[in-house]
């Protein structure tokens, strides 16, 4: 697969967690994948927010069941794509 975003996260949002998967690579370097359970308090969602920014993602794509991205969203659609 050709790598076209080189810092990028996946986020799987539940009512009570988060599971954040970022990976990092260019086409020329092998893949690196980090993955963390996140609780969806407002301080644990700063605290995704942070991880997120440590390891320099620039695009998030989020999959959730009902309305639990909305806070996620709220609190990330300022920093990321």
């Not at 994948?33 to 440590?54: A, Q, S, V, Y």
Request: with cysteine; aromatic share 12%.
């Amino acid at each position: 697969m050709e790598v076209f975003i080189e810092r990028c996260a996946g986020l799987d949002v539940h009512s009570e967690t988060i599971v954040a998967c970022v990976l990092i690579g260019s086409k020329d370097d092998e893949l690196i994948k980090e993955t963390e359970t996140f609780p969806t308090l407002t301080k644990d969602l700063f605290r995704l927010l942070k991880w997120l920014e440590d390891h320099d993602v620039t695009h998030i794509a989020m999959e959730s069941t009902g309305v639990y991205w909305k806070p996620v969203f709220n609190i990330l659609e300022d920093f990321f794509d």
